[in-house]
């Protein structure tokens, strides 16, 4: 399964919150910025896109760990929408 959602990480301990979270799931996880692709497990390249605004975040996995995953996220205020 593919579930594509967005998500603002305004301050570090959100950034780091995000890492981890994607750094323990099995799922792959992709970044876009609009024009940039990164691995969602990485902190170098999450660094690299412009944090400033939302970005596009798609998880691809098994659906339980991909809506675990995603409630996750909300659980720590990362969603937009």
């Avoid at 497990?41 to 659906?63: A, H, M, R, Y």
């Avoid at 809506?67 to 990362?78: F, K, R, V």
């Amino acid at each position: 399964m593919k579930k594509e959602v967005k998500v603002s990480l305004g301050c570090k301990s959100q950034i780091i919150q995000f890492i981890n979270m994607n750094s323990k799931s099995s799922c792959e996880i992709d970044v876009q910025d609009g024009h940039s692709y990164i691995d969602g497990k990485s902190i170098v390249g999450l660094l690299s896109l412009n944090l400033f605004k939302p970005l596009d975040v798609t998880v691809i996995g098994d659906d339980k760990k991909i809506t675990d995953l995603i409630q996750n996220y909300g659980t720590h205020q990362l969603l937009i929408g």
